[in-house]
């Protein structure tokens, strides 16, 4: 068990609420799930800007939280059985703010697990091809000449649309009800709008896929968890 008081990271970023849960995080699809999450569920909590500069996210105090040097990362200093947990990786951290909260994953253990394996299709699917999609199409990754690294997220990506299309089918949300699985794939839409990749994917050919991220976009809470933590400047 550890003291927030006297963690690394409280030295970076300090606590002026160290009752509440901290979150570490910056507006990116995976930090803005806990965020989201946090506004759906009400619990208290604040929020740290942890840019994704080297001088951040692999400072001595943020490798103390998360020697993965990813965001987002929480400490709830209410944990399991009164004790403070610190958490990385944005779907464990779903999965706890769930559990802490009894909130947006199912009534039953059936539907716990149908939530958790769309939470899973995301964590190894859409985040990981839709994020090296943004790479070859936006960013460094583009300048090179080879089409077929392109091609083949390009192509990828169209799959991963296509299977999110087909759950839609016949439902408003990815598991059934509203829950994590939502929290965690809707963001990752909504940035092929930021990657400028909507036309590469034909995008438009997804129309409950369209619809769908509209309904998420509309909720209060993702209007707010969208936003935090404020970006500086």
Same mark, same amino acid.
Do not use: C
């Given at each position: 068990?550890?003291?927030?008081?006297?963690?690394?990271?409280?030295?970076?970023?300090?606590?002026?609420?160290? +009752?509440?849960?901290?979150?570490?995080?910056?507006?990116?699809?995976?930090?803005?799930?806990? &965020?989201?999450?946090? %506004? %759906?569920?009400?619990?208290?909590?604040?929020? /740290?800007? #942890?840019?994704?500069?080297?001088?951040?996210?692999? $400072?001595?105090?943020?490798?103390?939280?998360?020697?993965?040097?990813?965001?987002?990362?929480?400490?709830?200093?209410?944990?399991?059985?009164?004790?403070?947990?610190?958490?990385?990786? $944005?779907?464990?951290?779903?999965?706890?703010?769930?559990?802490? &909260?009894?909130?947006?994953?199912?009534? &039953?253990?059936?539907?716990? /697990?149908?939530?958790?394996?769309?939470?899973?299709?995301?964590?190894?699917?859409?985040?990981?091809?839709?994020?090296?999609?943004?790479?070859?199409?936006?960013?460094?990754?583009?300048?090179?000449?080879?089409?077929?690294?392109?091609?083949?997220?390009?192509?990828?990506?169209?799959?991963?649309?296509? #299977?999110?299309?087909?759950?839609?089918?016949?439902?408003?949300?990815?598991?059934?009800?509203?829950?994590?699985?939502?929290?965690?794939?809707?963001?990752?839409?909504?940035?092929?709008?930021?990657?400028?990749?909507?036309? #590469?994917?034909?995008?438009? &050919?997804?129309?409950?896929?369209?619809?769908?991220? +509209?309904?998420?976009? %509309?909720?209060?809470?993702?209007?707010?968890?969208?936003?935090?933590?404020?970006?500086?400047?």
């Amino acid at each position: 068990m550890f003291d927030l008081a006297t963690h690394p990271v409280a030295a970076r970023w300090p606590a002026q609420h160290p +009752e509440r849960i901290q979150l570490y995080s910056f507006p990116t699809p995976n930090g803005v799930k806990a &965020s989201i999450m946090l %506004e %759906e569920t009400g619990l208290p909590y604040e929020p /740290h800007l #942890v840019t994704l500069a080297d001088a951040d996210v692999k $400072s001595e105090a943020f490798l103390s939280l998360n020697p993965n040097n990813k965001i987002p990362a929480i400490i709830d200093p209410d944990g399991p059985d009164g004790a403070p947990l610190a958490l990385f990786e $944005s779907g464990a951290i779903l999965l706890y703010l769930a559990e802490k &909260s009894g909130k947006l994953l199912g009534n &039953s253990a059936r539907e716990k /697990h149908q939530i958790t394996q769309w939470l899973m299709f995301q964590m190894g699917g859409v985040g990981p091809m839709l994020g090296q999609l943004g790479f070859f199409h936006k960013f460094a990754g583009s300048e090179i000449e080879d089409p077929r690294p392109r091609e083949r997220y390009v192509n990828e990506a169209k799959r991963l649309l296509n #299977v999110i299309e087909g759950q839609l089918a016949d439902k408003d949300w990815i598991a059934g009800d509203y829950s994590i699985a939502d929290i965690a794939i809707a963001p990752w839409l909504n940035i092929l709008d930021f990657y400028g990749a909507r036309d #590469v994917v034909d995008w438009t &050919s997804f129309p409950r896929t369209n619809a769908y991220l +509209e309904r998420f976009l %509309e909720r209060p809470a993702v209007q707010r968890g969208m936003k935090i933590p404020a970006r500086e400047g």
